[in-house]
């Protein structure tokens, strides 16, 4: 829950100020909408990604930065929400559950009236209102016990244990924050002393509601943070300035010990939806920066150190442990983007460029537990930190970047269907920048490496259709054995093989003859002697 406190409106006035160059700049439009302007403009020059500035904020107009998860509201409007809806689903259930016992009730008067059935008639009735009366004791106390969906899921995670070496890492860990806690709470002395007995005890209370459901998790983990800033600006009069590290340390303190019960957890699909968000980007391989308008030169020494800083900042988000510190890593991965802009284009970064920017970065990095992190962040992050500042401001962007790359299609990339799909199934890919378009000062290195990727993929063009052919000439053999054999059948059974009985044998050719004897004696052979 965000307190609309003094020190709250200075970041948003700060923050104002930072953004009021761009203020009628865009950032982020949905794919359906970029798909929509980019097909009134085929033909016309390149635009960007786009979206208006009041596109990020929360849409009950309160001021502060609206998230996907929250259905566009903050946090603060979020749990209002939340909790009229869940008052007005109680309110149904009570109605529900009296109108069924008055049903109840007039059927047993009813029954009296029958004296032949009455003994079995009861038994039914008592038997039918005691289920009657524990479905509705279940229906309403569903929504302030534990859910009893969660039992197997339970036992699930606790055969599930982690590995020794894991166990050992956390627990040092562990030690390390609480002691850094300890030594934090000494210099507020007296409620110093009550913060720590106060997170003792909502600890120990989230240890007896493992079976919650996540949501129910998060809503405890964020009263407790309201909680905790009211009294120590109410009762202990904290500056506000002390407060807001106060709010860091406590999240560290708490998070840390309850990382591994609600990171990911199995009662959800976040695993699912990290695995099909991990499938669809590299999926996504070869988009390039000039598909996204992308105002980058990785060519530029600098330029491409600040994208592998991003890339690596991103990629490492999912190390941390305490929602603040992923939140830092964002927040490093979006300043590494400004500076790369900034480099290239020798101006300061507008607005604009920042959010295609990030999405090529998430494109090329392809962050572990994506949507995993984005949901921990928002379920268990101190709110103030995502409605408010420049650390809410890039997480919504990156949850905008998230949402942009699930619906990616043709048209936001002003590219066919027909290339589209080729490019998703890998029939081909996009041209790579011709030889003699380089510039002079092109490392040399990277000319070599472009003319080898082209060979190559003219190198694969060239064996898909060697084996394309090596199949269709192996078919036309078949075929064509397959036509002999044919022919050969057909004659045979046209012309079938008869055998007919052995002729007399015949006389010799002289045996006519009766003047043999009259014939010369054979000549015989002379020796010659010379």
């Not at 009455?118 to 309403?140: A, G, H």
């Not at 790359?405 to 936001?412: G, P, R, T, V």
């Not at 064996?463 to 054995?481: F, M, N």
């Amino acid at each position: 829950m965000a307190l609309r406190g003094a020190e709250e409106g200075a970041q948003e006035e700060n923050l104002r100020r930072t953004l009021e160059p761009h203020k009628d700049a865009t950032l982020f439009l949905a794919p359906a909408r970029v798909g929509h302007r980019k097909k009134m403009n085929l033909k016309s020059e390149r635009r960007g990604i786009h979206v208006d500035q009041s596109e990020l904020l929360c849409k009950k107009g309160c001021g502060y930065y609206g998230n996907p998860a929250w259905q566009g509201f903050c946090s603060k409007c979020w749990r209002e929400e939340y909790h009229k809806a869940r008052q007005k689903q109680i309110q149904e259930d009570w109605e529900l559950a009296e109108r069924l016992q008055r049903e109840e009730e007039e059927a047993y008067a009813s029954s009296q009236s029958t004296q032949g059935a009455q003994s079995l008639t009861f038994s039914k009735f008592e038997e039918k209102k005691t289920n009657e009366k524990t479905r509705k004791v279940t229906t309403v106390k569903k929504f302030f016990t534990a859910s009893s969906r969660a039992g197997a899921k339970k036992e699930i995670q606790e055969s599930k244990s982690p590995s020794p070496s894991i166990n050992r890492q956390a627990s040092i860990e562990t030690d390390r924050v609480s002691k850094e806690f300890i030594e934090f709470l000494k210099t507020y002395h007296k409620p110093g002393q009550d913060i720590y007995k106060q997170c003792k005890l909502f600890l120990d209370t989230m240890n007896h509601k493992r079976d919650l459901s996540i949501e129910e998790q998060s809503e405890c983990a964020q009263d407790f943070y309201q909680n905790v800033a009211e009294k120590l600006q109410t009762r202990w009069k904290v500056p506000p300035e002390k407060v807001e590290k106060a709010m860091d340390q406590i999240e560290k303190y708490i998070m840390t010990r309850q990382y591994k019960y609600v990171f990911c957890p199995e009662t959800t699909d976040d695993e699912k939806k990290d695995l099909a968000v991990q499938k669809r980007i590299r999926a996504l391989h070869w988009v390039t920066p000039q598909m996204l308008c992308v105002p980058v030169n990785e060519e530029i020494p600098e330029v491409s150190d600040m994208v592998v800083k991003a890339i690596t900042d991103i990629i490492e988000m999912d190390s941390k442990r305490v929602p603040r510190d992923k939140l830092a890593c964002i927040t490093k991965c979006s300043k590494h983007i400004f500076n790369a802009i900034k480099i290239t284009k020798n101006e300061p970064a507008s607005a604009d460029d920042f959010l295609p920017t990030l999405i090529y970065i998430v494109l090329k990095g392809n962050p572990p537990r994506l949507q995993s992190n984005i949901q921990y962040i928002t379920r268990f992050c101190n709110p103030s930190r995502l409605m408010t500042g420049e650390d809410g401001y890039y997480f919504t962007n990156l949850c905008c970047a998230v949402a942009f790359i699930e619906k990616l299609d043709a048209q936001s990339l002003n590219l066919s269907q027909e290339d589209f799909d080729r490019f998703m199934t890998g029939q081909t890919s996009p041209k790579k920048q011709e030889s003699d378009s380089w510039s002079p000062d092109v490392c040399l290195g990277v000319k070599q490496m472009y003319k080898n990727l082209d060979l190559l993929s003219q190198l694969n063009e060239r064996q898909e259709r060697i084996v394309s052919e090596a199949k269709k000439l192996e078919k036309d053999l078949i075929d064509w054995t397959d036509g002999v054999a044919k022919e050969v059948q057909d004659i045979v059974e046209k012309y079938p093989l008869e055998i007919k009985p052995k002729n007399q044998a015949l006389a010799a050719i002289d045996s006519e003859n009766v003047e043999n004897d009259k014939l010369p004696p054979p000549l015989q052979p002379q020796v010659y002697a010379g």
